[in-house]
Nanobody
């Protein structure tokens, strides 16, 4: 059974940084793309960033471009999201997810497994 455990969330002031981690277990991690999504109160879950199984291609949603960086360490079965220059509008629960295949996607239905999420709160 696949398990994903996110960590690294917390409270930070605007302009600050956080690094989220997602530890995966239960399958061959390097064969599957991974993604980060977020959901703010009263809003739908939205794609933040994705990375292919091999890590050779990376995709970002527009709000994340230039500020966030996704990476993965297949030896550690871990994917990361480095978030810099955080803004109050980045406040949300952040989820990592395992895709159904090796290609990344911004569509949540293309992800088969999800973590429970980690809260990120950015104060102004």
């Amino acid at each position: 059974q696949v398990q994903l455990v996110e960590s690294g969330g917390g409270l930070v002031q605007a302009g600050g940084s956080l690094r989220l981690s997602c530890a995966a277990s239960g399958r061959t991690f390097s064969s599957y793309a991974m993604g980060w999504f977020r959901q703010a109160p009263g809003k739908e879950r939205e794609f933040v960033a994705g990375i292919t199984g091999s890590g050779d291609r990376i995709y970002y949603a527009d709000p994340a471009k230039g500020r966030f960086a996704i990476s993965r360490d297949n030896a550690k079965n871990t994917v990361y999201l480095q978030m810099n220059s955080l803004k109050p509008e980045d406040t949300a629960v952040y989820y990592c997810a395992v895709a159904r295949g090796s290609s990344s996607s911004s569509t949540s239905s293309q992800y088969a497994y999800w973590g429970r999420g980690t809260q990120v709160t950015v104060s102004s």
